[in-house]
């Protein structure tokens, strides 16, 4: 008898503590994203952490780090040659950015919402060459790959060795607006999944000597986060 009072004792105290866990309203959460996004059609891969603080009348305070990444494609630079030796160079574009964004959401109908961001941070734009030796083989009567020190046979592309090189790296200071809306689907009590389409302009800023004058940009990102409510 002693024990089945204990043993519901117990039982009770675990279903009270379950029914306060599932009505308590978490003030905080942190999510981690990854998405990807477009501009110009082309694409960019995004990874991110959100912090939010939960507001009076359904609004949220939240602030991000995000860190975003693209490549374009290669075009066609110059071509050099001599009786033995034929140099092919390409050469192609590389984007970062680091993002820092201080926004607010307005919850609605539970499960969506909308708000928008200031964002600063930094954007590194790079020109990358790429260049491809071929070497004339008397004894094939043919060119082909010419495997000496420079080329980086660590670099295949399409069975093709290329050596990389950057050639010269501009960077910027971003800042701009964004735009988010998504919809959040609960998981389990203090997890959920957020679906999110943000649309930002961003103004650049040359922080390079000599470099370009400023710029903008408009991208289009779509993110999946993971949110944890403590």
């Given at each position: 008898m002693k024990?089945?009072?204990?043993?519901?004792?117990?039982?009770?105290?675990?279903?009270?503590?379950?029914q306060?866990?599932n009505?308590?309203?978490?003030q905080?959460?942190?999510a981690i994203s990854?998405?990807?996004?477009?501009?110009d059609?082309?694409?960019i891969r995004r990874?991110g952490i959100t912090?939010e603080?939960?507001?009076?009348?359904?609004?949220?305070l939240?602030?991000?780090?995000l860190i975003?990444?693209?490549?374009s494609?290669w075009?066609?630079?110059?071509v050099?040659?001599?009786d033995t030796?034929?140099?092919i160079?390409?050469?192609?574009?590389?984007?970062s950015?680091?993002m820092?964004?201080?926004?607010?959401?307005?919850?609605?109908?539970?499960?969506?919402?909308?708000?928008?961001d200031?964002n600063?941070g930094?954007c590194s734009?790079?020109?990358?060459?790429r260049?491809r030796?071929l070497?004339?083989n008397?004894?094939?009567n043919?060119?082909m790959?010419?495997?000496?020190a420079?080329?980086d046979?660590?670099q295949p592309y399409g069975?093709?060795w290329?050596n990389?090189?950057?050639n010269?790296?501009?960077?910027?200071?971003?800042?701009?607006l964004?735009?988010?809306?998504?919809?959040?689907?609960p998981i389990?009590n203090?997890f959920?999944l957020?679906?999110?389409y943000?649309?930002?302009?961003?103004?650049?800023a040359?922080?390079?000597?000599n470099s370009?004058?400023s710029?903008?940009?408009f991208?289009h990102?779509?993110?999946l986060m993971?949110?944890?409510?403590?």
């Amino acid at each position: 008898m002693k024990n089945l009072l204990i043993l519901l004792f117990l039982t009770g105290t675990m279903i009270c503590i379950g029914q306060e866990e599932n009505q308590k309203s978490f003030q905080n959460s942190i999510a981690i994203s990854g998405g990807f996004g477009l501009k110009d059609l082309g694409q960019i891969r995004r990874l991110g952490i959100t912090y939010e603080r939960v507001l009076k009348n359904d609004w949220n305070l939240n602030v991000s780090a995000l860190i975003d990444g693209s490549q374009s494609s290669w075009y066609a630079g110059d071509v050099s040659y001599n009786d033995t030796t034929i140099v092919i160079s390409d050469w192609g574009v590389q984007r970062s950015n680091q993002m820092i964004k201080l926004g607010t959401i307005k919850n609605l109908f539970d499960f969506f919402y909308i708000g928008g961001d200031l964002n600063i941070g930094f954007c590194s734009k790079t020109n990358v060459i790429r260049e491809r030796q071929l070497g004339y083989n008397s004894e094939y009567n043919e060119w082909m790959n010419n495997s000496i020190a420079e080329v980086d046979p660590s670099q295949p592309y399409g069975g093709m060795w290329y050596n990389y090189s950057e050639n010269y790296i501009h960077r910027y200071l971003n800042y701009g607006l964004s735009l988010k809306i998504g919809a959040q689907v609960p998981i389990k009590n203090r997890f959920d999944l957020i679906f999110q389409y943000s649309p930002e302009y961003i103004w650049r800023a040359p922080l390079t000597p000599n470099s370009l004058n400023s710029t903008s940009t408009f991208r289009h990102f779509v993110d999946l986060m993971l949110r944890f409510k403590f």
